[in-house]
């Protein structure tokens, strides 16, 4: 079955400072992995997203994820966090030509202090 | 181009009456999936529809079922409304499914009293 950890329910870094969260998954195979993010009160919002090839990703907001297949993780970084990427970080995986339907990790919210 | 339309954004409901979402895709998208997102259980899968038939659906009771119209836009619906119903019902839909690219709306926030 599908499993998706994110061990770190809440973060908070300094605005300037970088930034990695954690993602971990249980899959047969190398599935499919998203980041989204989500603002207070709003719907989710794709930063990056990972089907095969290289496996540094480069995404939206300055964001990037490294696939490491032999440690079933999907790390997301930024090395400059600004106040504005306050908000909760949701890792997860979908199973390559599958039906469209993802499974979620529990999320990570990100404050951002000045 | 307009995102992911969803009505109504909020929604306040009594245990036992039925409740009707509604979640308009971004044009040209033919395929429509709805998760329910609570404190408890995160974010969790409920049903994809494309080309107005279910394709997939996720391990919830019968109590939530959907449709989806000629033109796209999809309809869930929750009957015998539990407290544990009380989530955010998030839409997203896609070109096509098997793709994942999704795009969410912001969602409805159902309430259950």
């Known amino acids: 079955a599908q499993s998706v950890t994110q061990p770190d329910i809440h973060i908070t870094v300094s605005e300037g400072a970088s930034l990695e969260l954690r993602c971990n998954y249980s899959?047969?195979?190398?599935?499919?992995l998203f980041w989204y993010v989500q603002s207070p009160g709003q719907g989710l919002q794709l930063l990056l997203k990972y089907f095969s090839g290289d496996t540094l990703v480069q995404g939206i907001k300055g964001f990037e994820a490294e696939f490491k297949r032999s440690q079933s993780s999907f790390n997301l970084r930024k090395p400059s966090v600004h106040w504005s990427d306050a908000a909760e970080y949701f890792c997860a995986v979908g199973a390559p030509g599958g039906a469209n339907n993802l499974f979620f990790g529990t999320g990570t919210r990100l404050t951002v202090i000045p | 181009k307009a995102g992911v339309t969803q009505t109504p954004r909020y929604l306040i409901k009594t245990r036992g009456q039925q409740v009707t979402l509604s979640c308009s895709p971004i044009?040209?998208?033919?395929?429509v999936s709805w998760y329910q997102q609570t404190p408890g259980q995160g974010l969790q899968f409920l049903f994809e529809y494309f080309s107005e038939t279910q394709r997939n659906k996720g391990n919830f009771p019968g109590r939530f079922s959907g449709r989806q119209f000629s033109n796209s836009r999809s309809e869930m619906n929750v009957s015998t409304l539990e407290l544990g119903d009380s989530a955010l019902y998030l839409c997203?839909?896609?070109?096509?499914?098997?793709?994942?690219?999704?795009?969410f709306g912001s969602g409805t926030r159902l309430t259950v009293v």
């Open positions: 899959y047969g195979a190398t599935p499919y």
């Open positions: 997203a839909s896609s070109l096509d499914t098997a793709n994942y690219g999704y795009t």
């Open positions: 044009s040209g998208h033919r395929s």
